[in-house]
């Protein structure tokens, strides 16, 4: 099926008929350009000798698994642009591109001689996004980044685990798939722009200032009058702002449980059966609740424990207090909603053998998903991508493989 076409007739998906070069690695940037993908533009993944650095990790461990994951739907050639033949080669290639993604450290694609001026001089209609840690100017602009860095730089660390403990890093990626988010919204708006100027421009992504505004409530309490608030305050509300606001043991787990409003509280103490609980003036208000935190804790944390972490969301639900079980990565895997919802799915990977995967959660009205196509080799579409797009007959193609170009 060709790109961009889906799995029902309907309307087309809204990237259709686009075309990136995909010159990312590792999460970041090959987050940004599989919304791309699934959007229904062609990606052409442009990768280094030996393959993309996530493409190399341990299989036997499951590391590479986030490869396919991210990079489904796409195609892939090899490309030596350290090489006066590979350098030309990408120029063809982007004369024909609609979008060019990168997120090499600042100042590499400059000394490949394929920075933007480059690009731009020769298709002037060209979007160039580049993804990096700290932007491409600035004091930080040369620090290594990768999420673990940029989380410590960002503060996310800093309010992350409990008071008497040590920083934690959050367990997912944030700042790398914050930045890839924020990149695939800078490309379509670049591109809905194009559409109204007729030109091209450049636009960046720096991981450290799209992780920052999700640092909100940490951040409001710093102004606040208060100053026996920790910055880090484990399973409770960033601000201590909120109660209850916390994760509560069940028999066989654990489950969480917020209430956001007087409402919410009302609708848990009846789920609870402690009507008595209305009527006490030390919790009738949401600041009242907070002044008393660690009893209220305490006394759901008692009423939690004697029941199962199933048992507990059943009745939480059917009172509309809102709660979720804290589920292992296998049930979450196995999640039937997603599932259902298309966005999760079993496939067969040539490499990887049966693993679950998932689409993307931008959903397009009429337009139906498109078909799954897992994560290519190496290399795959050499010959397809240089014969369509440049020209390059198989045997050409063959003396470029044997000096190291491709």
């Known amino acids: 099926m060709a790109d961009g076409a889906s799995e029902n007739a309907g309307q087309p998906l809204p990237l259709a008929g686009l075309r990136v ?22 990606v052409i ?9 996530l493409r190399r990790r341990d299989a036997r461990s499951g590391a590479g698994v986030p490869f396919a994951m991210l990079n489904a739907n796409k195609r892939s050639i090899s490309l030596n642009l350290k090489t006066p033949r590979g350098r030309d080669m990408l120029l063809d290639l982007v004369r024909q591109a609609d979008v060019v993604a990168e997120n090499f450290a600042p100042g590499v694609m400059d000394r490949l001689g394929l920075g933007y001026e480059a690009l731009r001089a020769i298709n002037p209609r060209i979007i160039y996004a580049s993804g990096s840690g700290y932007g491409s100017e600035g004091p930080y602009r040369d620090y290594p980044a990768m999420d673990l860095t940029v989380q410590a730089m960002s503060g996310v660390m800093s309010i992350t685990g409990f008071s008497e403990n040590a920083p934690v890093k959050s367990g997912a990626a944030l700042c790398d798939f914050f930045g890839g988010v924020h990149l695939y919204g800078a490309i379509t708006t670049a591109l809905f722009a194009r559409e109204r100027s007729g030109r091209g421009c450049r636009i960046e992504v720096a991981m450290l200032e799209a992780v920052y505004p999700s640092l909100a409530s940490s951040i409001g309490m710093t102004y606040g009058e208060r100053d026996d608030i920790p910055i880090r305050t484990g399973n409770r509300h960033g601000g201590l702002s909120l109660c209850p606001y916390n994760v509560y043991p069940a028999s066989d787990g654990f489950v969480a449980i917020i209430c956001n409003s007087d409402k919410h509280w009302l609708c848990l103490v009846d789920a609870m059966a402690r ?9 009738a208000t949401m600041r009242d609740r907070v002044a008393h935190m660690d009893e209220i804790d305490g006394l759901i944390a008692k009423w939690t424990s004697s029941q199962s972490r199933d048992e507990l969301f059943t009745r939480l639900a059917a ?19 997603m599932h259902e919802r298309g966005m999760l799915l079993e496939v067969d990977h040539p490499q990887y053998g049966r693993i679950t995967v998932c689409r993307s959660p931008i959903n397009y009205g009429d337009a139906a998903r498109p078909d799954y196509r897992v994560s290519p080799a190496y290399a795959a579409d050499n010959a397809a991508v240089y014969g369509e797009m440049l020209g390059i007959p198989a045997a050409e193609l063959a003396a470029l493989r044997a000096e190291g170009v491709v």
């Open 21 to 42: 070069l995909d010159l990312t690695q590792i999460y970041n940037g090959p987050y940004a350009t599989f919304l791309m993908a699934m959007a229904g533009a062609e």
């Open 45 to 53: 993944k442009v990768e280094p000798p030996g393959g993309e650095f």
């Open 275 to 283: 009507p008595d609980l209305k009527g006490d003036a030390r919790m």
């Open 319 to 337: 009172f509309r207090v809102p709660s979720a079980p804290v589920r292992d990565l296998p049930e979450v895997i196995a999640d039937p909603h």
